[in-house]
């Protein structure tokens, strides 16, 4: 069956040729009604909007999209975009952003708008997973879909990712082999609407404590507050309420575990001589606080998604699509041999 045309769309929708155009080109010209109305029908008989003249004679909208769960000013973000950048800028490309994919009604705005749109070469998805209806909705545009940091490789042409599970397995495992008896990691609470990959990290640590509570002798909890701006403010305050203060924090990623380290000093609690605490990412900072940590390189992560992104554009095949890496110990000043000096 032949996709449909202009004409066939402002049909069915009930409405001019015109409008049509505008839905696209001008949608501040057109009613939200009406250009969803005109987004929907086009979706319903897979039209898709001409691309200009360069881009019909090469095929290409020389265009990527990039799809995030938080701004780009997150500094994993902005490093992943910097990656991507490094690649594609030099070859001609644009990278159009797509920030806070991670309502029910920005999802849909995107999964819907986008395939029927059709101007772009290929789709990084960063840090959240999508649903299989999702995937094909995204198939149907027919170019190459990269995750990067993405909890599954189902649906993707290409991945690479950290193993935040193992990072974190490995982060709670330093803090018990140093002898700490008294545990806790924090973390923001999961949302509903998303599936992110740092989510994974708190499975890494209880599954540490099982494995190594048959042999060492400690106590452990997960604490989780609420996810926004205010969570290492919630954080500290959980901390201060328990009846005893732990000797072992592990934080779900840095920016938690800076503020934590800087504001539990005014209360009188110094590490590494009171407590131990590990964080996660080796953002910037964490080497201005001495914080120890595991480190990932969302930069490489970037321009690797995007070497691949560039041969599966070219139609070339990829030796390894899926890839996965380790995040290392960085050993710093924040951590300590309990009862004892590091």
């Not at 609690?269 to 964490?286: E, L, N, R, V, W």
């Not at 490489?300 to 030796?319: H, S, V, Y």
Request: aromatic share 8%.
């Amino acid at each position: 069956m032949d996709r449909a045309g202009i004409r066939e769309v402002a049909k069915a929708a009930g409405v001019s040729i015109s409008t049509v155009s505008r839905a696209f080109k001008r949608p501040e010209l057109v009613s939200e009604r009406t250009r969803r109305k005109v987004l929907e029908t086009a979706d319903k008989l897979d039209f898709n909007i001409s691309r200009s003249a360069t881009s019909l004679k090469s095929g290409q909208s020389y265009r990527v999209a990039m799809l995030m769960n938080e701004e780009i000013t997150s500094w994993f973000n902005t490093e992943v975009f910097a990656g991507i950048d490094s690649v594609m800028h030099d070859a001609g490309y644009d990278i159009s952003l797509f920030q806070h994919v991670d309502t029910a009604e920005n999802r849909k705005e995107f999964f819907t708008n986008l395939p029927v749109r059709r101007n772009v070469d290929a789709v990084f998805v960063t840090s959240f997973g999508v649903d299989p209806k999702e995937i094909q909705q995204l198939k149907r545009i027919h170019v190459p879909i990269i995750g990067i940091n993405t909890p599954t490789q189902s649906g993707f042409d290409a991945t690479i990712s950290i193993d935040d599970e193992d990072g974190m397995f490995t982060a709670a495992q330093h803090l018990i082999n140093l002898g700490h008896k008294n545990i806790v990691y924090v973390c923001s609470d999961a949302i509903d609407s998303i599936n992110s990959s740092i989510d994974s990290r708190g499975q890494g640590f209880i599954r540490a404590c099982k494995t190594m509570e048959s042999t060492h002798d400690f106590k452990w909890r997960v604490v989780s507050v609420p996810r926004g701006k205010t969570f290492a403010d919630s954080a500290l305050t959980a901390l201060l309420a328990f009846d005893e203060f732990p000797d072992a924090i592990c934080c779900q990623m840095d920016m938690m575990a800076i503020p934590l380290v800087l504001r539990l000093e005014r209360y009188g609690h110094h590490t590494p001589s009171d407590y131990s605490i590990i964080g996660f990412d080796d953002s910037p900072y964490a080497d201005t606080v001495n914080l120890t940590t595991m480190r990932q390189d969302p930069y490489a992560m970037g321009r690797a998604a995007a070497q691949k992104a560039m041969k599966l554009i070219a139609g070339e095949p990829l030796e390894n699509p899926y890839e996965v890496v380790r995040a290392q110990l960085v050993l710093r000043g924040t951590d300590s041999v309990f009862g004892g000096e590091q």
